[in-house]
């Protein structure tokens, strides 16, 4: 079994800054792919950045220049880095993780980002 714990979340003012974290652990040979999602009140979970196994990132483009995904795979963690926020940033945050062997997807407990105006 895997487990995956973020944090980092939090309440911010509009035009700062907020760091989240995703720490894995459990039955991990390597992880494939990780990211991150959102989903705001009354809205549908969305795919904010992931990263593959090489290092390649794809973001929605809403965050495109303000968020930065990055990874520390010794410790089997993974960052997101959000710049500039904006209220309509404000979402639970879930890091997400495809491990190997098994292929499986895991996801964190999700964290609260709040972002005042």
């Known amino acids: 079994q895997v487990q995956l714990v973020e944090s980092g979340g939090g309440l911010v003012q509009a035009g700062g800054s907020l760091r989240l974290s995703c720490a894995a652990s459990?039955?991990?040979?390597?992880?494939?792919?990780m990211g991150w999602y959102r989903q705001a009140p009354g809205k549908q979970r969305e795919l904010v950045t992931v990263?593959?196994?090489?290092?390649?990132?794809n973001y929605v483009d809403s965050v495109k220049g303000r968020f930065t995904i990055s990874r520390d795979n010794t410790k089997n963690t993974w960052y997101l880095q959000m710049n500039s926020l904006k209220p309509e940033d404000t979402a639970v945050y879930y890091c997400?993780?495809?491990?190997?062997?098994?292929?499986?997807?895991?996801w964190g407990q999700g964290t609260q980002v709040t972002v005042s105006t």
């Open positions: 997400n993780a495809v491990v190997r062997p098994t292929y499986n997807n895991y």
């Open positions: 990263m593959t196994r090489s290092g390649n990132t």
């Open positions: 459990g039955s991990i040979f390597s992880i494939n792919t």
